[in-house]
């Protein structure tokens, strides 16, 4: 089942919901990111610099919203990324309410209730997404050798119903959930990662995480789930570079040998230090298209990034 909404979150620590989807006739994408210490946050980061240390998570609250048009569909594109105080945060089990938008567990369901502005031009973003999955999963994965960080596999396979009102739209197609949590900031044990999730024949998944240490150290993990709620390691296949990013980014994943090379379909989202793309690669036997995250702490962290990353993430406090 989905990781309750009021779990304690340490000082100095993170917890976020992670949601894709794309549309069944390939035109739309979504994603969506509850953060409880935002982890992205140029805030967040400050004030454990004047802290000289953690800070208090629940200070720093955000949901992220994204609406993609893939290939060359003409629909809407938005990004939302508004980060709250606690003042303006609520949690239950079931429950998390952050500013106006909201999701609710109601057993069976995910619910988003959603009501938020871009940046940094405003256009609203206003409507109701729905995920049923076929299994719920609970086991997490630690990410480094302490444990300090977890990711959580919770609905790998997946529906989701996009409703919208602001922008007038609506879809349904298949879709990924997530968690991760942690004890303290990512940049201060990792320099970055390669993530994708793949949906392959028979409502099964595969999930690739390739994590890089601050020392420069790496780990891989490959996994495969099915509808049932199996889950099953796969040995991670070689590494393949990607082409960089707008913004110098390197990108990377893994793909069998013997196949085509894997292709950067479409950068959904070109930043200064995380990229997300669709890719077209073949793994455990299929060729398939994959949602793929480049991530770089050590650009994140840079003065230069975090001076940019207000116009993107407004902050406010009541």
Do not use: K
């Not at 200064?272 to 994959?290: I, N, V």
């Amino acid at each position: 089942m989905i990781p309750a909404f009021d779990t304690p979150v340490p000082a100095g620590g993170y917890r976020w919901w992670y949601l894709d989807g794309l549309s069944d006739d390939g035109h739309y994408g979504i994603t969506l990111i509850a953060f409880i210490g935002s982890v992205f946050s140029p805030y967040y980061a400050r004030a454990r610099r004047r802290a000289g240390g953690p800070a208090d998570p629940m200070a720093h609250c955000a949901l992220n919203v994204v609406l993609y048009a893939i290939g060359s569909a003409s629909g809407p594109r938005r990004w939302a990324m508004t980060e709250r105080t606690g003042s303006q945060v609520q949690r239950s089990g079931t429950q998390l309410q952050i500013g106006p938008s909201a999701l609710r567990w109601d057993g069976s369901a995910l619910q988003l209730q959603l009501d938020e502005i871009t940046a940094p031009w405003p256009q609203r973003v206003r409507g109701v997404v729905r995920v049923e999955a076929e299994a719920w999963l609970g086991q997490p994965y630690a990410l480094d050798a302490g444990g300090m960080h977890h990711w959580q596999p919770v609905a790998p396979v997946a529906r989701i119903d996009v409703d919208l009102q602001h922008p007038r739209l609506r879809w349904s197609g298949h879709a990924y959930l997530d968690a991760n949590f942690g004890a303290r900031p990512l940049e201060q044990d990792f320099a970055g990662w390669d993530w994708s999730r793949t949906a392959l024949s028979g409502g099964r998944c595969a999930v690739l995480y390739d994590v890089t240490t601050a020392q420069g150290g790496h780990s891989a993990l490959a996994l495969q789930m099915d509808r049932q709620g199996r889950v099953s390691a796969f040995p991670p296949p070689p590494t393949v570079a990607l082409p960089g990013t707008g913004w110098g980014l390197a990108r990377g994943t893994r793909s069998e040998p013997g196949a085509a090379a894997p292709r950067v379909a479409q950068t959904l989202e070109d930043g200064p230090f995380y990229a997300r793309s669709l890719l077209q690669t073949r793994l455990l036997g299929e060729s398939a298209t994959a949602v793929h995250e480049s991530l770089s702490l050590r650009r994140f962290s840079a003065p230069w990034v975090q001076a940019l990353l207000p116009f993107r993430m407004p902050r406010r406090r009541a």
